[in-house]
């Protein structure tokens, strides 16, 4: 079994930053991507950003040059770095780890944005 605990949301103004962290425990093999989703109030849970095992980097358009994706392999943990947030961040923040084929969800964390 495989666990995925999230922290570092929280309440911010248009402008601010956060950082999100993902840490994973349990029965872990090789985790081959590590990604963070989120999910607005009434729309679909929508991909953010992505860090392979061989370390290639991908975001979503919307984020790309404010959020930074990072990991500390040492501790199966993943960090999602928001700079520049915006109102339409707001949402709860999953992050989801694929580790031999199989996905892992984290319970989600809520992220406020205030204008």
């Known amino acids: 079994q495989v666990q995925l605990v999230e922290s570092g949301g929280g309440l911010v103004q248009t402008g601010g930053s956060l950082r999100l962290s993902c840490a994973a425990s349990?029965?872990?093999?090789?985790?081959?991507?590590m990604n963070w989703y989120r999910q607005a109030p009434g729309k679909q849970r929508e991909w953010v950003a992505t860090?392979?095992?061989?370390?290639?980097?991908n975001y979503a358009d919307s984020v790309r040059g404010r959020f930074t994706i990072s990991r500390d392999t040492s501790k199966n943990t993943v960090y999602l770095q928001m700079n520049s947030l915006k109102p339409e961040d707001t949402a709860v923040y999953y992050c989801?780890?694929?580790?031999?084929?199989?996905?892992?969800w984290g319970q989600g964390t809520q992220v406020t944005v205030s204008s």
């Open positions: 989801k780890f694929r580790i031999f084929m199989s996905d892992y």
């Open positions: 349990g029965s872990i093999l090789t985790i081959e991507s």
């Open positions: 860090i392979t095992s061989d370390s290639f980097l």
